[in-house]
């Protein structure tokens, strides 16, 4: 194993897996994103094509002025020489900036597909994918990685088609002209080649650690500036400490910047001074007493410029080939998340449910659940029946196992064995939209987006108007206090809605769940955090979202569910009892234990 730093600079582990990986990504795949562009990328290939043909006149034209024009001071045949350099000149241009719009056309097209498809296959996985995940790695993978791609992705494509159509080109043009000369000129091939097989592999190593320790740099970002970030750092004054975490990963950063900027650049030196020479070696070789005399001075000038015109695009050819392989680590880290499995799918054949006819009775039947890497069930053959418009609370000590089942119901994850249905239509065989049409979650972590009041409320129901938002915020008891700030529903709520406080939060929340009009819900210890006098307010929002609806409600407090049709009371993972509040009391079992 090797050790790479990390953001929080102590050495974090690459497995095997990893470099595994980034040697198995396949040039076929890469190649297969640009599958949808062939006939604008066969439009580039033909224009580069007709650019190097038409460039590969050049030099006979310069040849005849030197052989023919200035000898004979023909002014006929010069002006039209010239005429005819001034033409390929301009014709090249034209089709080189045809070509540059087409290319960087596609190029574009591809990184928006790459960019959304990683999007929306993320917004596919499981809560569980999320909570083993850092969220500064999810941005930095569509952002940075896939940032990084766009030279490569926009340019590589057309700079090995002009490249290598321009060697052809150019060769052919050569041996017309000398081919003994063309021979002394590809002596260089071999040890360039070798050089840039060498380059190539340094240059891949280095990308791979640069695109983690950038990864490491987006979570300090992250978890250093966001709102409660920023409220730990000053509370526990900890501020020194993230700078200085920050300043690590930021000049590790810099190191691999720079080592990735001069990997190989002595060695393509060297090559550089190599080519160089060689035009010296061809003066050389005219010189020879068996080519003394064979060559024009006109044909001379002309090989020199092609061989000039060879090697820009052979070390053209060259460096993409190092630029290629060193973001295969980049593609690698891309692919790895579009291979992702899905752990909580759409149904094949979903089964239609309507939630403006769904009746609401939930079954949960013989259910098991293990959380991934555990060895103890968090749920184990649980069994409940709550019938349409009646209210269920679930209760029990931290760990037993509330907040797991009421994930289930909201499918954040998908049970192991035995299954949860809803008018007998299992969980799984729902559409995801459908099933959070019908299922609302009010929790205790309140998350409102960057936006206004009106933006936040109308995120759970788009088409929602104005007088369907202040319905529902008088329906929650915020209406009110919404209307008295000075810019009312257009007020902006700020980053996870610090503007407000936790019971204003709180009832923001059960708003935004009021416009979707959910036939059962889920009310997960929604104010265990609030004050006792915030918390009355918001439970008269809840009771008026509860009307009619059937409700799994849990708490910690067991005096905001005494009212409920029924109590279950969880123990490690298992029903231990259940009844009406009055019931258990009397049993004096866990219940009981509980309340008393």
């Given at each position: ?122 917004q596919r996985q499981s809560i569980g ?234 079954r949960v039947e013989d259910v098991t ?179 009619g609806r059937t409700v799994v409600t ?43």
């Amino acid at each position: 194993m090797d050790r790479t730093p990390d953001g929080r600079g102590a050495g974090r582990t690459v497995s095997a897996a990893e470099k595994a990986q980034a040697r198995d990504v396949s040039l076929r795949r890469i190649g297969g994103l640009f599958a949808a562009h062939r006939r604008p990328l066969a439009a580039v290939v033909a224009i580069i094509v007709a650019s190097s043909v038409i460039a590969m006149a050049s030099p006979f034209l310069l040849r005849t002025v030197i052989d023919r024009a200035l000898p004979d001071r023909d002014l006929t045949l010069l002006a039209w020489l010239v005429a005819g350099m001034v033409a390929v000149a301009a014709v090249t241009a034209v089709l080189g900036v045809a070509q540059t719009w087409i290319s960087t056309r596609v190029g574009q097209e591809v990184m928006h597909r790459l960019r959304t498809d990683v999007f929306a296959h993320l917004q596919r996985q499981s809560i569980g994918f999320f909570v083993r995940t850092r969220t500064g790695e999810v941005q930095s993978r569509i952002t940075n990685d896939i940032g990084g791609m766009q030279s490569v992705v926009t340019s590589t494509a057309t700079s090995i088609a002009a490249n290598l159509t321009t060697v052809v080109a150019t060769t052919i043009a050569m041996l017309a002209l000398s081919w003994r000369l063309t021979l002394v000129s590809a002596i260089v091939l071999p040890p360039a080649l070798w050089l840039t097989r060498r380059v190539a592999r340094l240059r891949r190593e280095i990308t791979a650690q640069r695109q983690r320790e950038l990864a490491d740099l987006t979570v300090t970002i992250e978890e250093g500036l966001s709102v409660s970030g920023i409220r730990l750092a000053k509370t526990l004054g900890t501020g020194a400490a993230l700078v200085d975490r920050f300043t690590s990963s930021s000049a590790r950063l810099v190191d691999l910047e720079l080592r990735s900027e001069l990997a190989g650049r002595w060695r393509m030196a060297a090559m550089t001074v190599v080519f160089a020479a060689i035009p010296a070696v061809i003066y050389l070789g005219a010189g020879l007493p068996g080519t003394a005399g064979t060559l024009t001075i006109g044909t001379l000038v002309a090989f020199t410029a092609l061989q000039g015109n060879l090697f820009r695009p052979l070390m053209g050819l060259l460096n993409v080939g190092v630029t290629l392989t060193a973001s295969l680590a980049l593609f690698a880290r891309i692919f790895e998340y579009l291979d992702l499995p899905v752990e909580v799918a759409e149904p094949a054949r979903p089964v239609p449910l309507d939630p403006a006819t769904a009746r609401g009775h939930l079954r949960v039947e013989d259910v098991t659940f293990s959380y991934p890497g555990s060895d103890t069930a968090a749920l184990a053959g649980v069994s409940l029946d709550v019938p349409a418009g009646t209210s269920l609370a679930l209760v029990g000590e931290t760990g037993s196992g509330k907040s797991t089942l009421a994930a289930l119901l909201s499918r954040l994850h998908d049970p192991d064995a035995g299954r949860i249905t809803i008018d007998g239509i299992d969980l799984r065989d729902l559409r995801l939209t459908d099933l959070a049409a019908v299922v609302g979650v009010v929790s205790q972590e309140t998350y409102l987006l960057h936006g206004t009041v009106r933006d936040n409320l109308r995120y759970a129901r788009p088409d929602a108007t104005d007088a369907d938002i202040e319905a529902a915020a008088r329906a929650a008891r915020i209406h009110d206090l919404i209307s008295a700030l000075p810019d009312g529903y257009d007020t902006m709520v700020g980053s996870r809605g610090h503007r407000f406080s936790g019971g204003e939060q709180q009832r923001l929340a059960i708003a935004r769940t009021l416009l979707r009009d959910p036939r059962i819900l889920v009310l997960d210890e929604a104010t265990s955090a609030l004050d006792t006098e915030t918390e009355r307010a918001v439970q008269r929002a809840l009771d008026e979202l509860a009307r009619g609806r059937t409700v799994v409600t849990i708490a910690h407090r067991l005096s905001t569910v005494r009212d409920a049709d029924r109590i279950a009371v969880l123990d490690h993972g298992r029903i231990v009892e259940s009844g009406t509040h009055d019931t258990l009391l009397d049993h004096h079992g866990r219940y009981a234990t509980l309340v008393g």
